[in-house]
Each structure stands twice: as C-alpha cells, then as structure tokens.
C-alpha cells in the first residue's frame, strides 16, 4: 500500500508539472 501511495504522488508530482494545476483539477473532475 505505501508503495502505490509513493507511486500515486509521484504520478501526480509528474501530471503538475506536465499541466497546469487548472487542467488537472479540470481532468480529475471528468475522471470522476
């Protein structure tokens, strides 16, 4: 479990500097 967490913040450290933080507020409200 705390390695997918690790892996999950890295993900998302990855997605933020890739977008803007917008868009991926933006992409985690389609996704849901």
């Not at 913040?9 to 933080?21: A, D, M, Q, S, W």
């Amino acid at each position: 479990d705390l390695l997918h967490l690790r892996e999950g913040t890295l993900l998302e450290g990855t997605v933020r500097k890739i977008f803007p933080y917008g868009a991926q507020i933006r992409i985690g409200e389609t996704n849901r």
